[in-house]
């Protein structure tokens, strides 16, 4: 069982940055794979970025160049640096981590809404 939590969400002007945080229950470097994932009304949540445990990231097209993900192992934090941001990446954002044993399982955080006015 892992635990996240999320903060760091907010209203921004477009062109400005914010960083959101999750918090892990539990050793963040012993969890495969870690990302942020976000979901606008109406719309399915899609993935923002992924980070492995052997430092693998991916970014979604959307975000390349104006997101950052990293962590912070002392701390089992894991972070989203968003700058630049647009009046489209309003939506709330997930902190996911995925397990392996017999199957994939995803643990979810509750959410944090970042919304950015035009």
């Known amino acids: 069982q892992v635990h996240l939590v999320e903060s760091g969400g907010g209203l921004v002007q477009a062109g400005g940055s914010l960083r959101l945080s999750c918090a892990t229950s539990t050793s963040i470097f012993s969890i495969p794979t870690m990302g942020w994932y976000r979901q606008a009304p109406g719309n399915q949540r899609d993935v923002v970025a992924t980070?492995?445990?052997?430092?693998?990231?991916n970014y979604a097209d959307s975000v390349k160049g104006r997101f950052t993900i990293s962590r912070d192992n002392a701390k089992n934090t894991l972070y989203l640096e968003m700058s630049n941001l647009k009046p489209e990446d309003t939506a709330v954002y997930y902190c996911?981590?995925?397990?392996?044993?017999?199957?994939?399982?995803?643990?979810w955080g509750q959410g944090t809404q970042v919304t950015v006015s035009s």
């Open positions: 980070l492995t445990r052997g430092d693998t990231i």
């Open positions: 996911n981590a995925r397990l392996y044993s017999a199957y994939p399982k995803d643990y």
